[in-house]
């Protein structure tokens, strides 16, 4: 009899459903007698010990369904060793409902907070397989992670959308793109829906180049401009700030996010008309693309091999074409980011796409 544990923990993202159920089908199917018991809401469920018995229904016509039935949510690591607010230990706590429920392993499904809180969870002695999801794709250890494909999908879309309307009425348009510090989903989705201008955390921009790339396509007859903006964008000028320095800027901070500043500073500039779209959850939400559904179900199922043999302590993750299973002490605490100097970076800029560098 194996005994695990599962939960989602952090943002959702597309796949998370087709990841459990692979873990799940997997060891339903094994000659093993199997119990899963889901924790509610990510981290919180399992330190409060709010958890039901999965049975094989629940696992049953979700391969296509959005978001987690589980439920999730941030519990920060910076503050899982602090005590909650009516002084209980938050990891005793959570070591204490793992021994109660004999479970043999728990397997956690999340981005980069959720993998320290598990890698920290290994080190206290339980049995953890995580599986790596985020549409950031800013996971260490694994070239991908399930719901990055399905989230670009939904920002090539918007863009695509908005291409049309900048080129009825000769606009600028920016569309920002999640991905918190890093820009896998901004060059993917722009190099998709043939953004000419794309700006992402990793390469800072210069504004005036911004303005030189457009003025370059107006005097080539293109009279609309499409940018598509990272969230975490940052100019060259703020990039040379301290951490202090940058967070007090913040602090006074008059625009909705940086698309914004980029907007009124291109209009200063250009006297141009600046339109910002920002799809934001949009791209976190609805069904998992065919590609999400295939590669979540196998890592799903990968994990539920390794729970068989007894192999713990590893994130099931994606390197060359080849499931691998990584140490998660190599996972957690580092940030994978888009490589400047990578070639698709380097294709991008040789079909003209300018990076405000
Ligand atoms: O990590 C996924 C992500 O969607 C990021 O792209 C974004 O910065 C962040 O989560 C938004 O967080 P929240 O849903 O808590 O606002």
């Known amino acids: 009899m194996k005994r695990i544990g ?4 952090g943002g959702d993202c597309q796949a998370l459903n087709a990841a459990m159920r692979g873990v799940a089908k997997t060891l339903f199917n094994a000659k093993e007698d199997v119990e899963i018991y889901g924790f509610l809401n990510g981290y919180q469920g399992l330190i409060y010990g709010k958890f039901r018995l999965l049975t094989y229904a629940d696992f049953s016509g979700i391969l296509t369904k ?3 039935f589980l439920g999730s949510s941030r519990t920060p690591f910076k503050t899982i060793q602090d005590p909650d607010e009516n002084g209980l230990d938050k990891v005793a706590a959570m070591k204490q409902n793992y021994f109660k429920l004999q479970l043999d392993c728990l397997v956690i499904l999340g981005g980069n907070g959720t993998h320290k809180t598990a890698n920290l969870l290994r080190e206290q002695g339980l049995n953890v397989v995580t599986l790596p999801k985020t549409i950031d794709n800013d996971l ?11 989230a670009v999908d939904i920002a090539t879309d918007a863009i695509d959308c908005i291409h049309t309307t900048a080129a009825s009425h000769g606009r600028v348009f920016i569309v920002e793109v999640m991905g918190h510090k890093v820009g896998f989903l901004t060059l993917n989705a722009g190099m998709a829906g043939g953004a ?3 700006l992402i955390p990793e390469i800072p ?3 005036d180049k911004i303005v030189e790339k457009i003025k370059e396509r107006h005097d080539r007859g293109s009279a609309f401009t499409i940018l598509a903006v990272a969230e975490g964008a940052i100019s060259k000028k703020d990039a040379k700030l301290s951490k202090k320095e940058y967070r007090k800027k913040l602090e006074n901070y008059k625009y909705p996010s940086v698309s914004y500043e980029i907007a009124e500073d291109i209009k200063k500039k250009s006297g141009l008309d600046v339109r910002v779209t920002v799809p934001g959850h949009t791209q976190r939400g609805g069904s998992p693309c065919p590609y999400d559904r295939v590669f979540a179900s196998r890592l799903g199922s990968e994990a539920g091999k390794l729970i068989l043999k007894g192999e713990y302590g590893f994130m099931v993750g994606y390197k060359n074409r080849e499931i691998v299973k990584v140490p998660l ?3 957690a605490g580092k940030l994978k980011m888009v490589d400047p100097k990578s070639s698709i970076v380097k294709e991008a800029k040789m079909l003209g796409i300018s990076f405000g560098d």
């Open 196 to 198: 000419d201008i794309i």
């Open 205 to 207: 921009y210069d504004i």
């Open 140 to 150: 260490w250890g694994t070239d991908m992670t399930f719901g990055f494909q399905s």
């Open 66 to 68: 959005g978001g987690t």
């Open 329 to 331: 002490e190599d996972v």
């Open 6 to 9: 599962m939960l989602t923990s």
